[in-house]
């Protein structure tokens, strides 16, 4: 059985997405702030037996990956982004953060994934969507339930939000790979879960019906 539980964390109030199962694999998607308030919902899911498992980042922004490094620490916990996003953040806009003065430094990556690569973290599948438009190396993470297998989650980041997308005048956002990143999440089932970076959850099938930034 899945668990997924949210923390609410920063300035911009960033989605850290925690998963993990009955089997005590865990693994924490953007901690992007609020190392201490992650980490106790960490410990309260199976103290007595738990898999630290891993860090996943969906992009390289300063909410996003602010208390990687920290979370990862505390946990045991290898940290994963994608190549071209690790690559992106090495370039002079770092994290992103200047412009708003809440700059967080380039966490440590363990490991770097591409499009198509499927992350394991114990018994927990994570299939990686490369989603380029708001940063060029954003991913979205889509997760079988393995009890479940009509049900599926996205992990979207800052790609697809409720009503919304990811913006695309930051540096290195492209408003028409953020199309055609969209139009990749058009071949998914309605019954996707929609788990975004901020702001609520949603599906595929509502996103649809009703984002007008939905390709048509």
Same mark, same amino acid.
């Given at each position: 059985m899945i668990k997924i539980d949210r923390?609410?964390?920063?300035?911009?109030?960033?989605?850290?997405?925690?998963?993990?199962?009955?089997?005590?694999?865990?693994?924490?998607?953007?901690?992007?702030?609020?190392?201490?308030?992650?980490?106790a919902v960490i410990d309260g899911l199976a103290p007595e037996h738990k898999n630290a498992g891993a860090v996943i980042l969906t992009h390289g922004h300063f909410d996003h990956v602010g208390s990687a490094d920290e979370v990862a620490d505390d946990n045991?916990?290898?940290?994963?982004?994608?190549?071209?996003?690790f690559s992106f953040i090495q370039g002079e806009q770092g994290t992103g953060g200047r412009e708003f003065d809440l700059e967080a430094p380039v966490?440590?990556?363990?490991?770097?994934?591409?499009? *198509? #690569? /499927? @992350?394991?973290?114990?018994?927990?599948?994570?299939?990686?969507?490369?989603?380029?438009?708001?940063?060029?190396?954003?991913?979205?993470?889509?997760?079988?339930?393995?009890?479940?297998?009509?049900?599926?989650?996205?992990?979207? *980041? #800052? /790609? @697809?939000?409720a009503q919304s997308i990811g913006r695309t005048d930051l540096v290195g956002g492209d408003e028409t790979k953020m199309t055609q990143s969209l139009e990749r999440l058009d071949t998914l089932p309605d019954n996707v879960e929609v788990f975004p970076g901020h702001g609520t959850t949603t599906t595929l099938e509502l996103e649809r019906a009703i984002n007008q930034f939905w390709p048509r």
């Open positions: 923390v609410v964390v920063g300035h911009l109030e960033t989605n850290c997405w925690i998963v993990s199962n009955d089997k005590g694999d865990i693994a924490v998607i953007d901690p992007g702030d609020d190392t201490d308030a992650i980490c045991g916990s290898f940290v994963y982004m994608s190549e071209e996003e966490p440590i990556v363990d490991f770097k994934f591409h499009d *198509g #690569d /499927t @992350l394991k973290v114990g018994a927990l599948k994570f299939d990686v969507i490369m989603t380029p438009g708001h940063t060029p190396g954003s991913v979205c993470l889509l997760l079988q339930d393995d009890t479940d297998e009509q049900k599926y989650y996205l992990f979207s *980041g #800052d /790609t @697809l939000f």
